[in-house]
């Protein structure tokens, strides 16, 4: 008996649409490539949060456009059924560490969501160009100022904004 396997992407999109490359320098004082923001892609879906966790049915045509880059991160032996499963219960959770009054633009945003979700598929971490891109801004010549002019950047609404 084979055990059926299944491709796990990273669809990886730039939110500033190449606006972070140019004015990074000027806002910040040293450079970020991109706003990224991240969904796992597996059994011709789309997982990512915004304002809660979505499974979208046509990957790459989500309203944040086109992917920047598509990530292959190997194969999963978990069944769709399993992760229906995983996201309902992080969706129920009682924290409900994923929904739109817990999301923090440094904290707990998107990337973070993407990185739960590919340990719990095939056991990787998010490459931490995306992952750790918040630390890299807070820790930029202007990062705490941003931080402060932004809030707390959590809650409803913010969920758009994945660093």
Same mark, same amino acid.
């Given at each position: 008996m084979t055990e059926e396997s299944f491709s796990v992407k990273v669809y =990886? #999109?730039? +939110?500033?649409?190449?606006?972070? %490359? =140019? #004015?990074?320098p000027m806002i +910040?004082?040293?450079?970020?490539?991109a706003i990224y923001h991240t969904s796992?892609?597996? #059994?011709?879906? *789309?997982h990512y949060i915004d304002q809660g966790i979505k499974s979208w049915p046509e990957p790459g045509t989500t309203k944040y456009g086109t992917?920047? *880059?598509?990530?292959?991160?190997?194969?999963? #032996?978990v069944t769709e059924d399993i992760l229906d499963d995983f996201l309902d219960e992080l969706k129920n959770h009682e924290e409900m560490k994923y929904s %739109?009054?817990?999301y923090d633009l440094f904290d707990n945003n998107c990337n973070h969501f993407t990185? =739960? +979700? +590919? *340990?719990?598929l =095939?056991?990787?971490?998010l490459e931490d160009r995306i992952l750790k891109l918040p630390q890299q801004v807070l820790s930029s010549p202007n990062g705490e100022m941003l931080k402060q002019l932004l809030g707390n950047a959590g809650g409803a609404g913010n969920a758009a904004y994945g660093f």
């Amino acid at each position: 008996m084979t055990e059926e396997s299944f491709s796990v992407k990273v669809y =990886v #999109y730039d +939110l500033s649409h190449g606006m972070a %490359a =140019v #004015y990074s320098p000027m806002i +910040l004082g040293s450079r970020i490539d991109a706003i990224y923001h991240t969904s796992v892609v597996v #059994y011709g879906k *789309e997982h990512y949060i915004d304002q809660g966790i979505k499974s979208w049915p046509e990957p790459g045509t989500t309203k944040y456009g086109t992917p920047k *880059e598509v990530i292959d991160m190997g194969h999963t #032996y978990v069944t769709e059924d399993i992760l229906d499963d995983f996201l309902d219960e992080l969706k129920n959770h009682e924290e409900m560490k994923y929904s %739109a009054i817990k999301y923090d633009l440094f904290d707990n945003n998107c990337n973070h969501f993407t990185d =739960v +979700l +590919l *340990e719990f598929l =095939v056991g990787k971490n998010l490459e931490d160009r995306i992952l750790k891109l918040p630390q890299q801004v807070l820790s930029s010549p202007n990062g705490e100022m941003l931080k402060q002019l932004l809030g707390n950047a959590g809650g409803a609404g913010n969920a758009a904004y994945g660093f």
